[in-house]
């Protein structure tokens, strides 16, 4: 981070963080953008050691001593090089219980309704009330302009983690900082600039096309202005319940989320009294940390998104259990859209008397710091327990929050709209309604059927280290098509499907050869190897196949690059390679060879990409959900995903590490290419790219092989996702390209003069 001055840093806000900044000055006084947490601690205490954690937790992370400056520009994020910490303590040691508590409820209420000063170098207070040399409540306070409830539940295990330490007389363990709120916030306004979310933003300009605001009737008319005094009721579900809810949600292929707004979405209907069917709109706010590097950043990075439910008075709990889970698989998939764009696509202007949007929310929350609600840490240990309320940010905010006691649903009422009366009554409607919910479920919709999968055609073998005779085995397994046609064979190197299709497209003239390279069978280790060695073994295939040229090799992916590097080894062995087919392979070295924040803003824009993709692969199931929530590291160590399919909440094989295409495989080749740099190619080459693929500065028209090619390739578009080109569509666009670009290859010796092998001084 290069400073401007010797204080200070700027960064552009998120869309969310100037939504919030302007909220905050149109309404100076109020606190309801607060977020008051509340920890219990225990263990060998003292304010000086809590003072100095949290003073370089502050250090640390860079949103936490970060202030707001509005220039010509916008709104920015002004991060202070120094911002001093101190910890206000309040010490309870001299009270009884009912008095420590009383003070503890008095001083936790005040600091979440203090509001923050817009011109604050920080965001960021704690107050310390110790009860004894052992035990005590920490509060801490945030605004939401730096935070969000995964942020609160970092600092809690780095809080844990770094008095352990600081008692033991070491370092703290902390991992790495490698991307700060600032750095997301450049990548963001880059990739909402990118056209990367034109999909995302036709979804939503169409789902929020005709919109109305769903209002649930108040005892008291609105005020011009809102003043925020909320009031919060709670109910504990029963355990059993609590367990029929979830079996509903497993029985009808929708998450426990689905089940509790849809029976929200039916209460709320009948709230409105009509005979008419209602379109209850309810916000809810979702995480937008679907890559692994964002996993660590500390700030607020959600998104609210909108769930519009067509409810009518006769509408069974189960239709709308099943739309709700159909609407929010489409938010998931379209989650990266700002809120604030949303806003403007309802066409709603911005007003000062109700909640942008929604007048209603509802949120779902497991666990802010894991399961149990409590880290440990060698003698320390922090519990959480229920916030305090810093004022109403809906006429109605409903939650649903996993205790160590069981589900407890609340709702958070504006009391200058209801009376308490009247919350408590939508609570006991909402309860009612999830009381009623069918775990057979005669009316939801079947999950759709798995695609059926061909297998693929045979298997190289566990180490690539493979005699003459395993090769010869292994090439009778290879896929032949039209065998004793006249033309240059086209050789492909299979990893995602029997390349049958492609074959008729091509044409019944030219020999077809289909050699799969991915194992079939389980996962297993393999050595580290040269990717040039594995291209060895390749040629060796290629010449069992076909002793001799000339060729034309093809391949899809990491299998695209070994195609080129298979085609070096043939030209200096002699060979004529009269084309390289390319599809959607990226060159090696192209991501390697940017810049540090380059790669990644380029590494968080294709999770962005392809993360509601894989969701959808898994609710077709394509892959399993396991698979796509072990992408993230906090959950495979929370072991959310072992929990959710222990309870039956998703379905999939516990020991499974496998994805659809052997991906396993994939992904060691990956590995071994990592280390590879292609030597420049003057061969001719043709290079199919999927139309989903990612447009701008940081993704190359042609998947950057221009660096390596000494002529022009052809680049043509595909339709279809990455894993989807040689389906029906994209092979029409391949076998037409492909047999107009053939027409005049034979293995001619024109052809052979104009692609000589290669001068030995491209090959050091």
């Known amino acids: 981070m290069a400073a401007l001055d010797s204080g200070y840093a700027l960064f552009p806000a998120t869309a969310c963080q100037t939504r919030f900044w302007h909220e905050q000055k149109a309404a100076p006084h109020a606190s309801a953008l607060n977020i008051a947490f509340r920890l219990q601690l225990s263990g060998p205490l003292n304010a000086a050691s809590l ?171 609105r005020g011009q202005e809102r003043r925020f005094q909320g009031a919060i009721r709670s109910i504990l579900l029963p355990l059993e319940l609590s367990e029929h809810l979830i079996a509903a949600a497993k029985a009808q292929g929708v998450t426990l989320f689905s089940v509790a707004a849809a029976s929200l979405a039916v209460a709320l209907q009948k709230a409105t009294g009509s005979s008419n ?157 999830l009381q009623n919910v069918d775990i057979s479920a005669p009316d939801a919709p079947k999950s759709a059927p798995s695609p059926t999968r061909k297998p693929l055609a045979g298997s190289v073998g566990n180490s690539g280290f493979m005699s003459q ?62 990717f040039q060695d594995l291209a060895a073994d390749a040629v060796r295939l290629i010449r069992l196949a076909r002793p001799h040229g000339p060729y034309i090799l093809m391949g899809h992916c990491v299998l695209g690059s070994l195609a080129l590097e298979a085609a070096h080894q043939l030209r200096r062995d002699g060979e004529i390679v009269e084309l390289v087919v390319l599809n959607d392979s990226w060159c090696p070295g192209y991501r390697e060879s940017m810049g540090w924040l380059d790669r990644q803003i380029r590494k968080m824009q294709v999770r962005a990409d392809n993360i509601p993709r894989d969701f959808r692969k ?21 072991g959310v995903a072992r929990l959710a399919l222990k309870l039956g909440l998703i379905t999939g094989d516990a020991s499974e590490h496998t994805v659809a295409e052997n991906r396993w495989y994939i992904e060691y080749l990956l590995a071994q290419q990592a280390r590879y740099r292609p030597a420049p190619y003057d061969g001719a080459v043709q290079i199919f790219r999927s139309a989903q693929v990612l447009t701008g500065r940081l993704f190359a028209w042609d998947l950057g092989w221009q660096a390596v090619l000494k002529t022009d390739a052809i680049v043509t578009e595909v339709p279809g996702m990455h894993d989807q080109i040689f389906r029906a569509a994209g092979t029409a666009v391949i076998g037409k390209q492909l047999r107009e670009r053939l027409a005049g290859i034979g293995g001619n010796a024109a052809s052979a003069a104009a692609h000589a092998p290669d001068s030995p001084a491209l090959h050091p």
């Open 277 to 433: 069917t209602a379109r209850v709109a309810i916000g809810t706010q979702m995480s937008v940390r679907d890559q692994q590097e964002l996993e660590g950043v500390i700030g607020p990075l959600i998104n609210t998104v909108i769930l519009r439910l067509d409810v009518a008075p006769d509408s069974t709990l189960a239709s709308v259990i099943a739309q709700c889970g159909a609407k929010l698989s489409d938010a998931i998939e379209h989650l990266h859209v700002p809120f604030e764009e949303m806003r403007e696509m309802a066409g709603e202007a911005a007003s000062t008397d109700r909640p942008p949007l929604c007048s209603v929310n509802f949120a779902l929350q497991q666990s802010f710091v894991g399961m149990g609600d409590e880290v440990r840490r060698d003698a320390f240990a922090a519990t959480t327990s229920p916030s305090f309320n810093a004022g109403a940010l809906y006429d109605l905010n409903f939650f649903m929050v996993r205790r160590p006691e069981g589900w407890r649903i609340s709702c958070e009422g504006d009391l200058d709209l209801y009376d308490v009366a009247t919350i408590d009554a939508h609570l006991a409607t909402w309860r009612e309604m």
């Open 618 to 638: 898994a609710l077709r199931g394509e892959i399993s959900m396991v698979s796509f929530l072990e992408q993230y590291r906090i959950v495979r160590k929370l």
């Open 51 to 221: 003072e100095q954690v949290l003073a370089d937790l502050v250090a640390r992370h860079e949103i936490l001593r970060t202030g707001f400056l509005m220039t010509g520009a916008g709104l920015r994020q002004q991060v202070w090089s120094d911002a001093p910490f101190r910890l206000n303590v309040i010490d309870l040691s001299g009270l009884d219980d009912q008095a420590a508590l009383a003070e503890a409820q008095r001083v936790g209420g005040e600091q979440a309704r203090t509001p923050f000063d817009l011109a604050s170098r920080s965001y960021f207070r704690a107050v310390w009330l110790p009860r004894s040399s052992t035990q005590g409540e920490l509060q801490l306070t945030f605004h939401s302009l730096v935070t969000d409830g995964w942020s609160f539940a970092i600092l809690v295990r780095e809080l844990v983690e770094g008095l352990a330490a600081l008692h033991a007389g070491k370092d703290a363990a902390y991992a790495d900082v490698d991307l700060h709120h600032g750095d997301y916030a450049l990548w963001k306004e880059e990739f909402l600039a990118s056209g990367a979310l034109d999909r995302a933003r036709a979804h939503w300009r169409n789902e929020l096309r005709d919109f109305s605001r769903f209002d649930v009737p108040g005892d008291r008319a």
């Open 469 to 530: 005779s395993e090769m010869e085995a292994k090439a009778r397994n290879i896929v032949r098509f039209n065998e004793d046609a006249s033309g240059t064979p086209v050789i492909a190197f299979n990893n995602t499907a029997v390349l049958y299709g492609l074959a008729q497209q091509i044409g019944a003239d030219r020999p077809f050869f289909d050699i799969p390279m991915v194992p079939e069978g389980p996962p297993r280790e393999f050595p580290p190897r040269a």
